[in-house]
């Protein structure tokens, strides 16, 4: 593939582009408002858990985006950019908040309903972990840096990868038209269990089908990722030299082939059940709302849906994590100038991991009783696979001591990844262990220590990636002192929300009560805690006002850098310029001669020798 | 007399008909079944509420022997006649963690306001055959929902999810020509144009009985007795 500029369509060029770096930004700012959305509605569900059955102050939710959208939309005289388009989003976003918040089946007089409530928290949960986390940390970031960092001109099959990013938009699309139909979206939690799922409103049909699209899209990409790196790694770069970035990818990409398509078979399954009548997840004698169901339905197993679900929703979740840790590794790299602790410990641990993942999944279902023998196997695997991931935490931290740690924002987020991360992984053991989870199972607890490793966990990894390779993007840097409120702020209010949980699940609070515990006798003490949480989610709001404002400002108004501004190794930094070119990437195509962090060698006269320099 | 007002006189005439009413008694006959006490334990607040026991209203036999309850309703004879639907809505309260009234009769379109006096949360579940179901919740003291069925159906359930005791009927018809008994085992259907008619008594725990009359200008009466099970 050669480098040189086409003359492309606008429509082919920035729409239905084939190039991995305008695939990746359409990825990026994709997930980015759908990571946005899906915060959105849980802003407004922590309102009800703060103040229940009150009147819900819609303009305070809906106004901060309307007026940042219309900024956006304005702020260079309505000229078409990246900026329009998410300001244009924005209102969009804010227009469809209204409406459904005044629907007197979601909120008759701002009192928000139970059943709103529940679609609020299954839509939650979903598009933060296949609309936002996944395609921001795969889809945006493995996209646009995975064939920088290996030296390729492009990803082996860009058919295959406009035609990923298309289907998870289709998949995206169909998640927020399923608001509109009648009973409104999906309401059985984001995990969908049958037979509650099975009977649920039209809004799981939707749900399905956006799935279905969603899994397409993940398993072309993930194909694509695997060619890609096996195939289009530049001359001299071996397995052992490539970015740890890439190995997460690399290993993430096998786990998303893998453990999709039972999901992608259940959805189809459970789809046929809602509309031709199949009973796959239906048993027999089944009594919904004291009316036993004909007897033509019935025989199957909604045991069968949790095990298929869980067979891709536990690797999912370090499909969540890998990429994460990717960054988290080229950043802390870069930023304490020293070569990361243990490379080959680090990948190793990764493959070790990504195996172990396929055999962990029944431990999200001791309360099933599958039996003592089973529910034995799947405490020891997770046991087991607690270890790769402290083995690559714990190179982590070591990677920092000694060195000289350069302070700014990116190297914030990472920093402040690893003891978060830290927290998740081990409040995520007494869950690994039946007779605990007994007690803790379906509690706050449980979401505790999920956010504790997505939230200020993945997503503090991905703001760091944004940090760090926005320059590549845009040759300028986003502002420091606005990453800083940013980070610091976030930082505050992410502990301010997920901490109070795992006291709350302590003292037994069940999840995905409506009311948040008000009516039961056992939560009394730890009611107090629904407003700290609450505000601590809405300050965490406010303080993202500064990193969507420092996004944009920057893409103008940021400073100016040349084409490797952090001093870094790997082939996206040094082999080629800011922002990369059009086809090809590369103005000549790089040789590797040395592994990917050599920091600080010594003799040298520059603190970094970039891996293709011989 | 003007020819045109000797036509408009001809013309009431030839359009008028008589009616009357249709009245009648639900005996009941047989051992009274004993009161059936609800348990409200669940929610405290439903418990808070009453004073003293909360009997069931799934059969209540008045004091005079009679059935409160009942719906009454003429199942035909009115084939190809149109009527207007009521603009006033019906009530269905749920007070005390009971539905009152426990049987009530709309016509096809005519607004349901569904209110909620308790201060606690209840569900509002409808199971109709033919009409399109319903399930919404009222968390808030004081919320009110206007609901409809588009066609008749005799009966629909209404209960509430929350408290497994509370249930509620609602005959649903395209005529305004039914009544539920009152607690003297009396009904009364007014209006009701003279004709040959069959009419029904539906009890949800005793079944139905019908009835071939005819009504003049003098009304009807029609008395139905149930048996206890």
């Not at chain 1, 082919?12 to 695939?23: A, M």
């Not at chain 1, 996004?551 to 082939?571: C, M, Q, R, Y």
């Not at chain 2, 309850?69 to 084939?79: A, I």
């Amino acid at each position: 593939m050669d480098n040189h500029q086409h003359h492309e369509s606008f429509v082919k060029k920035y729409i239905f582009s084939q190039d991995h770096k305008i695939i990746g930004i359409q990825y990026g700012i994709t997930s980015l408002l759908f990571l946005l959305f899906g915060f959105y509605l849980v802003t407004v569900m922590r309102w009800q858990l703060a103040y229940p059955m009150e009147a819900f102050p819609l303009e305070r939710f809906v106004y901060p985006l309307l007026g940042i959208g219309v900024i956006l939309l304005f702020i260079r005289g309505l000229k078409i950019g990246i900026h329009s388009v998410v300001g244009v989003s924005l209102i969009l976003l804010a227009g469809v908040s209204w409406y459904v918040a005044t629907r007197d089946e979601n909120m008759p007089n701002r009192i928000m309903l139970p059943e709103f409530y529940n679609q609020l928290g299954a839509m939650h949960g979903t598009i933060m972990v296949f609309l936002g986390v996944v395609p921001l940390a795969v889809g945006a970031f493995g996209n646009y840096i995975v064939p920088l960092q290996i030296g390729a001109p492009d990803m082996a099959f860009p058919k295959l990868n406009m035609s990923s990013y298309w289907c998870f938009f289709v998949g995206g699309v169909t998640m927020l038209v399923s608001f509109f139909v009648p009973g409104g979206a999906a309401n059985s939690g984001w995990t969908s269990y049958p037979p509650l799922s099975d009977i649920a409103t039209t809004g799981q049909t939707l749900w399905l089908l956006g799935m279905v699209f969603l899994i397409t899209s993940s398993l072309l990409g993930s194909v694509n990722f695997i060619i890609t790196i096996v195939q289009l790694r530049a001359k001299g770069l071996s397995f052992m030299r490539l970015p740890f970035f890439v190995w997460t990818q690399f290993v993430t990409s096998f786990l998303l082939l893998l453990a999709f398509p039972p999901l992608e078979a259940a959805g189809i399954l459970q789809l046929m059940d809602r509309v031709a009548g199949t009973s796959f997840f239906l048993p027999s004698g089944l009594v919904v709302s004291g009316d036993p169901l004909p007897a033509n339905i019935g025989g199957g197993t909604p045991l069968l849906w949790q095990h298929l679900f869980w067979f891709l929703a536990h690797p999912e979740v370090y499909v969540l994590i890998l990429p994460a840790l990717g960054i988290v590794a080229e950043v802390i790299a870069n930023n304490t100038r020293k070569p990361l602790w243990g490379y080959k410990s680090l990948v190793y641990a990764t493959i070790f991991l990504g195996f172990m993942s396929f055999i962990v999944w029944a431990h999200h279902m001791f309360m099933t009783g599958m039996g003592s023998t089973i529910n034995a196997f799947f405490q020891i695997t997770t046991m087991i696979i607690s270890i790769p991931s402290i083995v690559i935490l714990s190179a982590m931290f070591l990677s920092l001591y000694g060195g000289s740690i350069r302070i700014n924002t990116p190297m914030l987020f990472a920093l402040a990844f690893l003891p978060m991360f830290g927290i998740g992984g081990l409040t995520g053991l007494p869950l690994g262990l039946s007779t605990s989870d007994i007690h803790l199972h379906d509690t706050y607890y449980v979401i505790g220590h999920f956010h504790y490793v997505v939230a200020p966990g993945t997503i503090f990894a991905l703001f760091a990636g944004i940090y760090y390779w926005y320059p590549k993007l845009t040759k300028r840097k986003m502002n420091e002192a606005l990453g800083k409120i940013h980070f610091w702020g976030s930082f505050v209010a992410m502990n301010v929300i997920f901490f109070p949980m795992l006291i709350q699940g302590l003292a037994g609070v069940s999840r995905r009560l409506y009311d948040g515990g008000q009516t039961y006798a056992h939560a009394q003490s730890v009611l107090y805690l629904n407003e700290v949480m609450s505000i601590g989610a809405w300050s965490l709001a406010f303080f993202q006002m500064f990193f969507i404002v420092n996004l944009f400002l920057s893409i103008k108004k940021g400073k100016e850098v040349d084409d490797n501004p952090w001093e870094a190794t790997t082939l996206d930094w040094a082999a080629t310029t800011s922002p990369p070119l059009a086809h090809g990437n590369f103005a000549q195509v790089p040789e590797v001669y040395r592994g990917p962090y050599e920091y600080s060698v010594p003799g040298s006269d520059k603190d970094f020798i970039p891996q293709h320099q011989q | 007399m003007k020819k045109s007002t000797l036509f408009l006189f001809i013309f009431f005439i030839s359009n008028l008909s008589y009616s009357g009413n249709l009245t009648g008694k639900i005996n009941f006959k047989g051992a009274a079944p004993k009161p059936q006490k609800i348990k409200m334990n669940s929610d405290a607040k439903c418990v808070a509420s009453h004073k003293g026991d909360v009997i069931s209203e799934q059969v209540v036999v008045n004091s005079n022997n009679t059935l409160k309850n009942v719906f009454v309703y003429v199942k035909k004879g009115l084939e190809g006649k149109k009527f207007p639907t009521p603009k006033d809505a019906v009530a269905l309260n749920q007070q005390g963690c009971t539905y009152s009234p426990h049987v009530i009769g709309v016509m096809a379109n005519q607004k349901i306001d569904i209110i909620n006096s308790d201060n606690t949360l209840h569900n509002v579940h409808a199971l109709p055959k033919s009409n399109p179901q319903f399930n919404i919740a009222q968390p808030k003291q004081g919320m009110k929902t206007s609901k409809s069925f588009t066609k008749s159906e005799v009966m629909v359930k209404v209960k509430c999810d929350v408290h497994s005791w509370m249930s509620s009927y609602i005959g649903v018809l395209d005529h305004p020509f039914y009544a539920v008994s009152d607690d003297k085992g009396n009904f009364t259907i007014k209006n009701l144009t003279a004709g040959d008619y069959e009419v029904e008594a539906w009890h949800e725990k005793l079944g139905v009985q019908t009835l071939k009359l005819k009504v003049t200008d003098k009304g009807a009466t029609a008395d139905f007795t149930f048996e206890g099970k």
